[in-house]
């Protein structure tokens, strides 16, 4: 998929992103309950359009979830994305479909199932679609 039109957000230290990390932890305790956190929080400071994109991998039988949450980012959107056959290609097999600052891919017990009999390589993206600032985000596996 060709690139955000706002382009990447500046990747951040998560230590740096409190006023982010703090509220997307409470959003854990709800969204991703009996859930493992995949990997490290991802933080970035964002400009309106822009993404920050996160490797991961999709393995047989998990279900995922993704949780943001923007500060001073009046919608931020969460997309996870699986990779083609295609080398460098990528397709969208879910999307958040909240509105507001927190984004909740597949939470609440609704986490996004792999569907094939193997894995695939994927990145999830978060991204501020309306407003600038901080946002943080993980990746919950079960």
């Known amino acids: 998929a060709p690139p955000a039109a706002g382009g990447a957000a500046t990747p951040i230290d998560p230590n740096l992103a409190s006023a982010a990390t703090v509220p997307l932890a409470a959003l854990a305790m709800s969204d991703a309950q009996g859930m493992q956190r995949e990997g490290n929080v991802a933080a970035g400071q ?20 993704v949780l943001a949450v923007g500060v001073g980012i009046a919608e931020t959107d969460i997309s996870l994305m ?58 919950y596996v079960k």
């Open 46 to 65: 964002f400009q309106e359009g822009q993404a920050l994109e996160v490797p991961m991998q999709f393995a047989v039988g998990k279900c995922y979830t």
């Open 82 to 139: 699986a990779a083609t056959p295609i080398p460098g290609q990528f397709q969208e097999v879910a999307r958040d479909n909240g509105t507001g600052a927190q984004a909740s891919l597949g939470g609440k017990g609704n986490c996004y199932k792999w569907p094939w009999p193997v894995g695939a390589q994927g990145k999830y993206v978060i991204k501020a679609t309306r407003g600038a600032g901080v946002a943080a985000g993980a990746l």
